[in-house]
């Protein structure tokens, strides 16, 4: 049996076990909400709606609030000078899963919630779900597991990482080299680089992979040093110095 629901302004066909992404609810993962807008019922006994059917509903559990992928918007006008522009968008979606569909008997006293940039009441959200099987609890697991392996994962990085020998207390002759010139090094990166003893090109130049593990970890991008090239470029920007 599949049925036919309008919910944001879009009509869709769902079945038991189906995943849905619907424009954004005001629910939370794990519970359970009812769309009481259906339009049809089809089966061995279809049933049409003029327009809704009485009664009818569909139920699903909320699996997460999600965002759809992003869309480009460009606008350039003719015979202006420099009037152009590019947005981008991504649209809030809320991620669910039909539990069951309800030809009749149907609670169809919804309550508000938004969608998208609106509101309809063209369902109903349960606190409290009656199923006995939640699979929130079980989607919480997961991260369970990782935060158990996590300290371990912390533990190997710290045993590679190892504090750079030629850190300073401050630059030398009170003249500290401009570390923005380094692709992806900005004012407030470069303040960062001074608290951890940074000041000189040099000094970025000669670390090695565990120091670079050290530095990454202190300045909380996993990975961007190397990513960046900031080894190589600050023995360029040094050698120019000389």
């Given at each position: 049996m599949f049925a036919v629901l309008k919910t944001g302004g879009k009509q869709y066909r769902v079945q038991a076990g189906d995943l849905l992404r619907v424009e954004?609810?005001?629910?939370?993962?794990?519970?359970?909400?009812?769309?009481?807008?259906?339009?049809?019922?089809?089966?061995?006994?279809?049933?049409?709606?003029?327009?809704?059917?009485?009664?009818?509903?569909?139920?699903?559990?909320?699996?997460?609030?999600?965002?759809?992928?992003?869309?480009?918007?460009?606008?350039?006008?003719?015979?202006?000078?420099?009037?152009?522009?590019?947005?981008?968008?991504?649209?809030?979606?809320?991620?669910?899963?039909?539990t069951d569909i309800l030809a009749s008997g149907a609670d169809g006293t919804g309550v508000k919630a938004a969608i998208g940039t609106g509101s309809v009441s063209g369902f109903a959200v349960e606190a409290a779900a009656p199923a006995p099987a939640k699979p929130a609890p079980k989607a919480k697991a997961a991260p369970k597991a990782k935060a158990e392996k996590a300290p371990e994962a912390e533990a190997a990085a710290e045993a590679e990482a190892t504090k750079p020998a030629n850190l300073l207390s401050e630059a030398r002759e009170g003249k500290p080299d401009d570390l923005k010139k380094i692709s992806g090094v900005g004012p407030k990166l470069e303040s960062l680089l001074h608290e951890n003893g940074v000041f000189h090109f040099d000094q970025i130049a000669a670390w090695t992979a565990p120091e670079i593990a050290y530095m990454d970890d202190k300045l909380s991008f996993k990975g961007r040093i190397e990513r960046d090239g900031w080894t190589q470029q600050a023995q360029q920007f040094a050698s120019e110095k000389e």
């Amino acid at each position: 049996m599949f049925a036919v629901l309008k919910t944001g302004g879009k009509q869709y066909r769902v079945q038991a076990g189906d995943l849905l992404r619907v424009e954004r609810i005001a629910a939370q993962a794990g519970e359970t909400v009812q769309f009481n807008d259906i339009l049809m019922i089809g089966g061995d006994s279809p049933v049409i709606g003029t327009p809704m059917i009485d009664g009818a509903g569909v139920q699903a559990e909320v699996i997460d609030q999600v965002k759809a992928d992003k869309v480009i918007h460009y606008v350039k006008r003719r015979r202006k000078h420099s009037s152009q522009r590019t947005k981008g968008h991504r649209q809030k979606l809320t991620l669910l899963r039909v539990t069951d569909i309800l030809a009749s008997g149907a609670d169809g006293t919804g309550v508000k919630a938004a969608i998208g940039t609106g509101s309809v009441s063209g369902f109903a959200v349960e606190a409290a779900a009656p199923a006995p099987a939640k699979p929130a609890p079980k989607a919480k697991a997961a991260p369970k597991a990782k935060a158990e392996k996590a300290p371990e994962a912390e533990a190997a990085a710290e045993a590679e990482a190892t504090k750079p020998a030629n850190l300073l207390s401050e630059a030398r002759e009170g003249k500290p080299d401009d570390l923005k010139k380094i692709s992806g090094v900005g004012p407030k990166l470069e303040s960062l680089l001074h608290e951890n003893g940074v000041f000189h090109f040099d000094q970025i130049a000669a670390w090695t992979a565990p120091e670079i593990a050290y530095m990454d970890d202190k300045l909380s991008f996993k990975g961007r040093i190397e990513r960046d090239g900031w080894t190589q470029q600050a023995q360029q920007f040094a050698s120019e110095k000389e």
